[in-house]
């Protein structure tokens, strides 16, 4: 197995740009203001909750797809 698999590049690469955009989270200032939920003051809320939003797509449409879309291989017999 090598070292830099193409797999192996592009989850690096990957977990390289989420650490990026959590890390560009503490240090771009947010909107001044008066923020209207107390989340909406936590910095990587927003991020975790994308990420979690897209966890949640991607299994919730692996377990529509396996119980109710696909069919048996004998299905016409």
């Known amino acids: 197995m090598k070292l830099f698999s193409r797999k192996n590049t592009i989850w690096l690469s990957l977990t390289l740009l989420a650490v990026i955009a959590v890390a ?3 240090f771009i200032p947010s909107e001044e203001g008066e923020q209207e939920f ?3 003051h936590l910095y990587i809320f927003f991020a975790l909750l994308g990420f979690i939003g897209c966890v949640a797509i991607i299994y919730i449409a692996k377990w529509l797809g ?7 291989e004998d299905y016409y017999d």
Do not use: I
């Open 66 to 72: 396996h119980y109710w879309l696909q069919r048996k």
């Open 24 to 26: 560009a989270g503490f």
């Open 38 to 40: 107390w989340w909406s």
